[in-house]
């Protein structure tokens, strides 16, 4: 019996997790929960699942939440330091954190210094301060199991293999749903346009930034830290099908890929099932349905987020965080009709240009960059 905490349970990563918990009653246990807003959901499944604690970040929810659970015995805390008890919780031997943001940043740590083993979809925790994070389960002998689905692959690919055979690694991307078009297409594009994904149902804030490719450039940085690969082991291509979810290239010539139909179940199961595999009754791939699986170059020239993020990563220290806190600010911005979806770029490299660099930051360097960035990306959005 694994014993699961979910931060984030009622966002898509979440709610899949635990479809995936439930059909596996007799290997997985529930342990915490966590939401921000969302209380009824959150309710629905502590009733169900019957985990030791939940979180509701949002503290006014606090009192509807524990009267809910009142009949219960489940512990019920509040607020964003909260999240750090429920990722710290004795009972736990598996921490999946599917809180979207550097929000998810503190409490995987936490996890981590409680010796948890993380599943982490939470990438913009990597992205922001990976040196930290992997020295740090380094340290602690913790692993972390990739969620993301391009990472899951690598990751399933390089099982019994040695990193120094690894040559480079190709993540896959869709493309989104602006995939071949040109800039002055994009500088139009509405909202509803960009959250309909062609392949993937997924939370706001990662299809805008499939949508940009931001979501690609963010996971080169997670894959950086993930494998230990330096900058120039990473390549892009985009595979619109989304069937294969990345591959390895080794020292010999010799590639491995790993496939699927695209659902997120699979990698999650994977990270929990980890270091086996479980039996599953997802959807088998049929290739009679894909009968052309096809590869092409990605167009950094109108996706500019792609530079963008390989730039932050050969800049390093702090250069990454400032690139996601922008990106957290202008996707927002964007969700709210404040921005158009070109600005999104224009407004990150002007903080990549402004804010200043730390080339070897600290835990607090991190946070302070986190916070300076998200108030002036603030400041170019009302202007
Ligand atoms: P969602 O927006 O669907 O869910 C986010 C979850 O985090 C919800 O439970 C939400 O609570 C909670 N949350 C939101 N804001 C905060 C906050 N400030 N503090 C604490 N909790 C918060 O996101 P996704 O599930 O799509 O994505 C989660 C993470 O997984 C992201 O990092 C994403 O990049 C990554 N990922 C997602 C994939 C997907 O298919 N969705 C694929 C690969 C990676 P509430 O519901 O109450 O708002
Ligand atoms: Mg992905």
Not at 2 to 14: E, H, P, R
Not at 267 to 287: M, T
Request: proline share 3%; aromatic share 6%.
């Amino acid at each position: 019996m694994k014993n699961i905490s979910i931060l984030g349970a009622t966002g898509s990563i979440g709610t899949q997790a635990l479809e995936v918990i439930e059909a596996n009653p007799e290997l997985y246990k529930v342990t915490a929960l966590t939401a921000q807003s969302n209380a009824d959901l959150l309710i629905a499944q502590a009733l169900k699942f019957k985990p030791l604690m939940v979180v509701i970040g949002d503290e006014r929810q606090y009192k509807s939440v524990k009267a809910a659970l009142s009949a219960t015995g489940i512990k019920v805390l509040a607020g964003e330091a909260a999240l750090c008890e429920a990722a710290s919780l004795a009972e736990t031997d598996l921490v999946l954190t599917a809180i979207v943001g550097s929000v998810g940043l503190k409490p995987t740590i936490a996890a981590i210094e409680a010796k948890k083993d993380i599943g982490l979809a939470n990438k913009e925790t990597l992205v922001v301060a990976g040196d930290l994070i992997t020295s740090l389960a380094k340290q602690h002998g913790v692993k972390i199991i990739p969620v993301d689905s391009e990472h899951s692959a690598i990751f399933q690919c390089l099982v019994g293999e040695a990193v120094d055979t690894i040559e480079k690694i190709y993540l896959t991307a869709s493309g989104g749903p602006f995939r071949g078009k040109e800039r002055a297409f994009l500088a139009n594009v509405t909202k509803a346009e960009a959250l309909k994904h062609p392949n993937w149902v997924m939370g706001a804030k990662i299809t805008i930034d499939s949508a940009s490719l931001m979501n690609k450039g963010l996971e080169v940085i997670e894959a950086r830290w993930l494998f230990d690969l330096n900058v120039d082991q990473i390549d892009v291509i985009v595979h619109p099908q989304s069937i294969v979810h990345s591959l390895v290239q080794f020292n010999d010539g010799s590639m491995k890929a790993q496939m699927g139909l695209p659902d997120m179940k699979l990698p999650i199961h994977y990270a929990f099932a980890y270091p086996g595999r479980i039996s599953s009754n997802f959807k088998r791939f049929n290739f009679m349905d894909y009968p052309e699986l096809t590869f092409s170059k990605a167009d950094r020239g109108t996706f500019r987020n792609l530079d963008l993020a390989f730039e932050a990563l050969r800049r390093a220290g702090n250069m990454p965080c400032i690139i996601n806190a922008a990106n957290e600010v202008v996707v927002n911005a964007f969700l709210q009709n404040q921005i158009g979806f070109l600005e999104m770029s224009d407004i990150i490299e002007q903080c990549m240009s402004d804010i200043s660099f730390i080339a070897t930051p600290t835990l607090n360097n991190y946070l302070e960059t986190d916070q300076h960035t998200r108030i002036f990306a603030g400041e170019l959005v009302t202007k």
